[in-house]
């Protein structure tokens, strides 16, 4: 079975706090994606990687940052926590071709 | 413009019924892949079926089928024999392209099954 897994399920953090949400792959994946999801707007895309350090802007990277040191790790990294931040954070990961994306289990991110 | 469009916020069903939850995409690039997904109250995404632009068929797993109509640029994802398990949200998806491309998703519709 692939597996994504987040760190956190549920996670507080203050504002301007930095955060790190992790995600890890087991399944050799070269993409992965990092999504947030609120409601009324369905899934967003902050940023996603190919390949090792490489990383390309979604739609949203605005106050986001990622890192990809390792194939099966992708982080997602909050510089300076804000409220409208909080969210449900969705990690994904793919092949290379026209397959599903598994998702994580998710990281509901509260920012107080 | 939105690349997928589900205009049902939220539909109800009766169980053993069948429901359609629609879906439109926007895209000009002859190569694409289109993907539902259900996502419980558990919060998990969970991976329903897939059509690719060149097939031929319109693409079914189990009690999922896709209604996939190229010209008129929908992929409406059919329930049949809805059971109250499958009360969740549902969430289109397209990737475009070749390769390394990411999927982007549609608002939503969130389907209650009645009992």
């Known amino acids: 079975d692939v597996k994504v897994t987040q760190s956190s399920r549920y996670l507080v953090k203050r504002t301007g706090e930095k955060v790190f949400l992790e995600c890890v792959q087991d399944?050799?994946?070269?993409?992965m994606f990092w999504y947030r999801q609120d409601p009324g707007l369905g899934l967003r895309l902050i940023y996603f990687?190919?390949?090792?350090?490489?990383?390309e802007k979604g739609d949203i990277p605005e106050g986001y940052s990622v890192s990809r040191e390792k194939k099966e790790r992708f982080s997602l990294i909050l510089e300076s926590a804000s409220t409208n931040q909080t969210s449900m954070y969705l990690c994904a990961s793919s092949f290379g071709d026209n397959t599903e994306a598994f998702f994580g289990q998710g990281t509901r991110l509260t920012v107080v | 413009a939105q690349k997928i469009t589900q205009t049902q916020p939220g539909m109800f069903v009766q169980e053993k019924e069948a429901v359609t939850l629609d879906c439109t995409y926007d895209t000009s690039d002859p190569s694409y892949g289109l993907f539902w997904y259900k996502q419980p109250s558990s919060g998990e995404m969970i991976f329903l079926i897939y059509q690719g632009s060149y097939d031929q068929q319109n693409a079914t797993e189990g009690r999922y089928s896709l209604n996939f109509q190229k010209a008129r640029k929908s992929a409406n994802l059919v329930i049949s024999a809805s059971q109250l398990g499958d009360s969740a949200m549902y969430f289109c998806a397209m990737r475009e392209g070749e390769g390394n491309t990411p999927l982007v998703f549609g608002k939503g519709t969130r389907l209650s099954v009645i009992a």
């Open positions: 990687s190919y390949d090792v350090k490489m990383k």
């Open positions: 399944m050799d994946h070269e993409n």
